[in-house]
């Protein structure tokens, strides 16, 4: 399996996993199997399919990061975000089904949980015409992923909350599907004007978190709805909106009076704008880039860093059968990655020959762990120059989900320790029926 571009496909490449339609993700444009024309490339690019999987024998292996159930899901999901955005934006007094919200979610965490391998976000599910139904889905997804991988930490930092319902991430999957559902009530010329600027500064802009509590407040659970609202208070103090207090004048949340749901959202939320930029004209940036800007505010005091290590779980900054060029000027295919250190992957080498049509006697070269080769380096990815995009750890374990923070915005509950979730995902666990 091979990740690649839509501007990389040709003819005679068979697909290895399925295109959804970007406008309506729950039909399936093309499956599994499915032998690629200059017609259907040419569709898929007028679609704004961007990336499609196909077949390479050399890298079957590679199959498991790939699910079709997941995928599958995914598209329902998505094209009930669509539905409730469309019927927000039509009637400002709609009502949306929660139950079918809680429905679908619950649909997608046990697949994810049954196949943890494959629980992972590389690429966009949704293209839809309405910018926010893409991102509203994106920053669902993300905050559901992280908060799987979370387990401990929301533990941790729900004491006073019952163990299974400290880690059902239900209410966590609402709150990020819906969080910028107030842009709706927006004037036009203030929609327009941060488009345009991107300013998050502008305070009539800053007025949809308030929006969206005002149309999801009674009909989704109290912690969803808190989020919506809270999404862009920052630790440090430096979000929105502010709280009026008996002793002193409003001021944001800090630290931990923010609760765990809105500090995933919060991430997901700045990762997926870093990688669509709002002034970007929907261009999408490499995905190791977004995450460099999103390190740069969880090193700067704003964003959990205990959240973005569950990000990296879940995010490569190289995915796994993706085609990148190193310092030695060679093309590789990522056949591993690797949590805490993202940006070394470990890769075999592949000639521009074996893309083409005649695989069955491609081969690859040697396995490079590039962790214990520190003299090469990634230089392109995504069809990008990203050398200015490589980080590194500053400090042992700052990536490693397992290592306890030593800074930590909370306390252990307990016995039961605030980091152990593994990174192969053994222990996930399926929802309750309760929602969290």
Known sequence: MLRLSIHRAAPGMVLAAPVLHPDKPEHVLLKPGAVLDTTAIMRLGELNVRMVCIEYPPTAYLMRYVSPAIIAEQGRLASRVGACIDAVSGNLHARFDFLEYLTGIRSLMHTLVSDPAAA?????????????????????????????????????????????????????????????????????????????????????????????????????????????????????????????????????????????????????????????????????????????????????????????????????????????????????????????????????????EDLGLDQSSSLLGPMLDMRVRPELRVVSAEGQNITEDLFDEISPGEFDLRTPYPHGLVEPCGDTAPFNMPLDGSKLRPPSKRAG
């Open 120 to 352: 992972l976000f590389v690429e966009d599910i949704v293209e839809a015409p309405q910018p926010l139904v893409g991102h509203s889905f994106n920053v669902g997804m993300l905050s559901l992923l992280m908060g799987l991988r979370l387990d401990g930490y929301l533990v941790a930092s729900r004491p006073r909350v019952h163990v299974r319902r400290a880690r059902n991430v239900e209410n966590l999957g609402i709150g990020g599907l819906l969080h910028d559902i107030g842009m709706l009530r927006l004037p036009k010329d203030v929609l327009a004007r941060y488009f345009r600027t991107g300013d998050e500064k502008d305070e009539e802009w800053q007025r949809h978190v308030n929006e969206g509590y005002s149309i999801v407040r009674g009909r989704i659970p109290p912690t969803a709805a808190a989020a919506v609202l809270h999404h862009h208070q920052r630790l440090d103090g430096s979000g929105f909106p502010r709280r009026a207090r008996q002793n002193g004048p409003p001021r944001s949340l800090i630290g931990r009076e923010i609760h765990i749901f809105t500090r995933v959202i919060a991430l997901a939320d700045v990762f997926e704008r870093s990688r669509r930029p709002v002034t970007g004209g929907g261009m999408v940036v490499p995905t190791v880039r977004a995450l460099k800007r999103t390190l740069e505010l969880v090193r700067g005091g704003s964003l959990d860093p205990v959240v973005f290590r569950a990000l990296l779980t879940v995010v490569p900054a190289f995915a796994p059968g993706s085609v990148i060029k190193l310092n030695d000027e060679r093309t590789y295919v990522v056949t591993a990655w690797h949590p805490s250190r993202p940006c070394r992957p470990t890769v075999a080498r592949i000639s521009g």
